[in-house]
């Protein structure tokens, strides 16, 4: 027999019973993102670039790092955003208020946005990922209009 749940509230079969689901009821594939912002203030110029943006300028630039998990602690969450947000700034501190270009890993390539995220993601992955957690992306802004992100 069909069934229809609250999501076809505007469906107008009433022979069709209405079964509420409970959230606990969880779908064998379902899966969760979850998303924290932070931030970081340096300086960078752009290698092998013809215009303003070769010069030493800087940014506060804007990390949005996002990861899945597939299951939830007792409390309902993936992952504390306390412990996401904290453990990001922690490895964050690593660029904060630097010479990007100066660091080891922005020696032989550019500290453009897109490598800044694809560096922060490897870096963040190893932090991160285990048997309930993944990393999906990072996104960097340089500021609120122009950003990078990067994901597998």
Same mark, same amino acid.
């Given at each position: 027999?069909?069934?229809?749940?609250?999501?076809?509230?505007?469906c107008?079969?009433?022979?069709?019973?209405?079964?509420v &689901?409970?959230?606990?009821?969880?779908?064998?594939?379902?899966m969760?993102?979850?998303? &924290?912002?932070?931030?970081?203030?340096?300086a960078?110029?752009?290698?092998?670039?013809?215009?303003?943006?070769?010069?030493?300028?800087?940014?506060?630039?804007?990390?949005?790092?996002?990861?899945?998990?597939?299951?939830?602690?007792?409390?309902?969450?993936?992952?504390?955003?306390?412990?996401?947000?904290?453990?990001?700034?922690?490895?964050?501190?690593?660029?904060?208020?630097?010479?990007?270009?100066?660091?080891?890993?922005?020696k032989?390539?550019?500290p453009?946005?897109?490598?800044?995220?694809s560096?922060?993601?490897?870096?963040?992955?190893?932090?991160?990922n285990?048997?309930? &957690?993944?990393?999906?992306?990072?996104?960097?802004w340089?500021?609120?209009?122009?950003?990078?992100?990067?994901?597998?």
């Open positions: 027999m069909p069934v229809r749940t609250l999501s076809d509230k505007f107008e079969e009433p022979n069709i019973p209405l079964v &689901i409970s959230p606990l009821e969880q779908k064998v594939n379902e969760y993102r979850l998303m &924290i912002r932070t931030s970081f203030a340096a960078h110029c752009l290698n092998n670039y013809q215009g303003d943006c070769e010069n030493l300028h800087g940014h506060n630039w804007k990390v949005e790092v996002a990861v899945s998990t597939k299951e939830l602690d007792k409390a309902g969450l993936g992952i504390d955003f306390k412990i996401l947000k904290a453990k990001t700034n922690a490895f964050l501190t690593t660029l904060d208020h630097k010479y990007l270009n100066e660091l080891p890993p922005f032989e390539s550019s453009s946005s897109e490598n800044i995220a560096y922060l993601y490897f870096e963040l992955s190893r932090i991160f285990d048997q309930n &957690i993944k990393l999906e992306s990072v996104t960097v340089e500021s609120d209009n122009a950003g990078a992100s990067y994901f597998e």
